[in-house]
């Protein structure tokens, strides 16, 4: 198969999660569209490298994971910690950050 | 001792004395003023040795300098102390530290009563130091430096008395008007500079002589000299200053506000005679100013009733005569400077009487308030007259060779413009002969008009003590024979000639005839002022008057003009540039201020806290990148 098609799909990917981001409230489906856009990106390293017979992306798409993992845990920890504050989930109501 | 190297012993001996004297303090209270006179008299006597080794050299060699040290030596620009004296030099040495000791001499009696007259004595020995520098200086730069000296002795001096606001004031407004005057001085200083890379008298002289420069340059150095002149010597425009002078002391009128500081510009003219003489539209500008300057002096003096005011507008009167000569070119230098010396005789003459009126009628000026004073005051009236006589050109004594010899020049001019100088020349002598009639006539004769004043005071006129009346003798055996002496086998002429240069005018009309028309006016203006004031009585209020008096008692509204053109025209000028500065600078000022504050205002907004729309920025922008990054690969 031809592997610009993964590119397609990686883009697809990358605009739901990032649509998800825009639209959606509540910081759980929010911090998931996140995870969508991450890992659309990763899919197209793996297939660049395809393409480009070398494994440079592979290992960018290791390193990518890795930081994920990172960034779920403190991610997650900051969400239950807002919600158990506020008693909501919704990303607008944490709006005191303005001037 | 070399003579060369006594010329800088004229100068340091009056600066000796105003060191010692301002800085030495109340313990030389009791002896300052003798201290100041005896210096003074030493620079004469120095003044008299050099003067007598001259007298043995031949003409040619008559010159002699001395370099003390160099001033500023730079690449290219090289400022000396050095001095040159020459007989031009050398004639105001003699008029400036003989008058000057004579003055001195007056002041101990006139001064005896004043608590700071060791500070006056300093004032007078400052003056005579820098006024010597400004006559010896052998370039324009060191002669700058006495300028300015007599300017500041000149301003201490009239507001001497300075707790009278109107001495102040008199003194404040003396100094800024020569400070319009000194700015010609350097400017001219500076465009000789630029033309001939130097500003010593000998090079630049030379260089204005040998024809070389262009003669635009030329006349604009010799207009800025002018400009200078004029503010010196009180000539019109820049003459408002000298009757308020007479606001200090007597004897200070008559030094340096008759005798000598305001002679310095016919002395600069003089000296500068190479550059007018190669620029006839500056030399043209020099006698109309002389001209207008002769009149509007000598009409002033018709009308003042205050007896020093009315000797300050025949000072004016008589330099514009001086100034009026120096325009003529070489026919005229010598006798500028020649009645420069006789009215410096005269003029100091009449100024140390009208002090010593002063002095006997409790320091009355009113001439309205005198009267009859010829019984009570003998000596004085005697110097006084002989000043007199020598002022209004009575045939033999002084005034009469240097005046007649003027007039002769001005009709030696040539042509209409001759003809125009010869008249103006002739009715200025009128009117010196009339309004020195006048003075005469209110302070001498008539009957006695002085009242108590309103403290039941009545004058007591006394002649004054001798330290007084032996100056005024001296100075009126000067007005007597110094016109005379000079004029014998025209020595003066011959002996000012090396430097100067000179030629014999050529009147279109016989010198006798001019000699005659000179006495005829005169005789008219005596005539005049006798049946004004001889054959009626004196009203002691001065009456109202026609126009012209009116005029002429207000200085024929010069401080008026002044006042219109420049304080109300600086009025409104510093108004505009108000309003323009709170307009334009501010408004550009502030209104920047102002667009950034409300611009920050608006941008505030996009900080709303809402993580969602933070987020939206980001990928517009990363959106933009992209699709510019694709735009620049695609181009």
């Known amino acids: 198969m031809n592997p610009v098609n993964y590119l397609y799909l990686a883009a697809v990917l990358f605009a739901i999660g990032a649509s998800g981001v825009l639209i959606r409230r509540n910081a759980i489906v929010v911090f998931m569209c996140v995870e969508l856009m991450l890992n659309a990106c990763n899919l197209s390293l793996v297939a660049f490298s395809r393409m480009h017979g070398n494994l440079d992306g592979q290992i960018l798409a290791f390193f990518t994971m890795v930081v994920a993992a990172a960034e779920v845990v403190v991610g997650l920890a900051i969400i239950v910690t807002l919600f158990r504050s506020r008693h909501s989930a919704s990303v607008d109501d944490a709006s005191l950050m303005k001037l | ?635």
């Open chain 2, 1 to 635: 001792m070399n003579t060369e190297n006594m010329i800088a012993l004229l100068i340091a001996a009056p600066l000796l004395g105003a060191v010692v004297l301002l800085c030495g303090g109340r313990r030389l209270d009791r002896t300052g003023h003798w201290i100041g006179t005896l210096l003074a008299a030493a620079s004469f006597v120095v003044g008299v040795v050099l003067f007598t080794d001259m007298l043995g050299r031949d003409a040619e060699d008559r010159t002699l300098s001395q370099h003390l040290f160099s001033w500023i030596p730079v690449e290219g620009f090289q400022a000396d102390v050095a001095f040159q004296l020459d007989q031009l030099s050398m004639t105001f040495v003699l008029l400036i530290t003989g008058v000057g000791t004579l003055i001195h001499l007056y002041s101990v009696g006139y001064m005896e009563h004043d608590e700071r007259r060791r500070r006056f004595f300093g004032f007078l020995n400052l003056f005579l130091a820098a006024m010597l520098l400004l006559v010896l200086a052998d370039n324009y730069l060191l002669l700058y430096v006495g300028w300015e000296g007599v300017g500041l002795a000149s301003y201490l001096l009239i507001g001497f008395w300075q707790h009278k606001p109107s001495a102040a004031t008199a003194a404040k407004k003396a100094f800024l008007v020569n400070r319009v005057g000194d700015m010609g001085l350097s400017i001219a200083i500076l465009l000789m500079f630029t033309t001939f890379g130097t500003f010593a008298f000998g090079p630049v002289l030379s260089a204005s002589a040998a024809g070389d420069t262009s003669e635009g340059k030329l006349t604009a150095i010799g207009l800025m000299l002018l400009l200078a002149a004029c503010g010196k010597s009180a000539q019109v425009p820049l003459q408002s200053w000298l009757g308020d002078a007479m606001e200090g002391p007597t004897p200070v009128s008559a030094l340096i506000h008759a005798a000598t500081m305001v002679t310095a510009g016919v002395y600069l003219i003089t000296r500068s005679g190479a550059i007018f003489n190669a620029a006839p539209d500056a030399q043209l500008a020099v006698v109309v100013v002389g001209a207008v300057t002769l009149l509007f002096g000598a009409i002033v003096g018709c009308a003042k009733d205050d007896i020093k005011k009315a000797l300050a507008g025949s000072t004016m009167s008589q330099i514009g005569y001086m100034i009026l000569a120096t325009g003529l070119g070489p026919i005229g230098y010598v006798f500028a400077i020649m009645h420069l010396v006789t009215h410096g005789f005269f003029k100091a003459g009449l100024f140390l009487g009208a002090g010593s009126v002063m002095h006997g009628m409790n320091d009355e000026v009113d001439m309205r308030k005198y009267g009859g004073l010829r019984k009570y005051m003998p000596v004085t009236f005697a110097t006084f007259g002989l000043g007199y006589l020598a002022i209004i050109g009575f045939p033999g004594l002084s005034g009469f060779w240097s005046k007649d010899k003027i007039i002769e020049a001005a009709f030696a001019q040539g042509g209409t413009e001759g003809w125009i100088l010869g008249a103006v020349t002739l009715l200025g002598a009128a009117l010196t002969a009339y309004y020195m009639t006048r003075v005469m006539l209110m302070t001498f004769f008539g009957e006695k008009r002085w009242q108590p004043d309103a403290e039941g005071n009545a004058p007591h006129p006394h002649e004054s003590p001798k330290s007084m009346t032996i100056p005024m003798i001296v100075l009126a055996f000067g007005s007597v024979f110094a016109g005379g002496l000079f004029s014998l086998n025209e020595s003066f002429a011959g002996w000012l000639e090396p430097v100067t240069a000179f030629e014999h005018g050529h009147p279109p009309i016989s010198a006798g005839v001019i000699m005659t028309a000179t006495i005829t006016v005169m005789v008219l203006g005596i005539g005049l002022a006798y049946v004004q004031y001889g054959r009626r009585p004196v009203p002691v209020t001065a009456p109202r008057g026609s126009l012209l008096t009116r005029a002429a008692r207000r200085d024929l509204l010069q401080d008026d003009l002044n006042h219109v053109v420049l304080v109300r025209g600086g009025e409104h000028l510093t108004r505009s540039l108000v309003y323009v500065d709170h307009t334009l600078v501010d408004g550009v000022v502030n209104g920047t201020a102002a667009s950034v504050g409300g611009l920050s205002g608006r941008l505030r907004k996009l900080q709303n806290g809402f993580a969602r729309s933070y987020a939206v920025s980001m990928f517009g922008g990363a959106a933009v990148l992209i699709a510019a990054t694709l735009l620049m690969r695609a181009v």
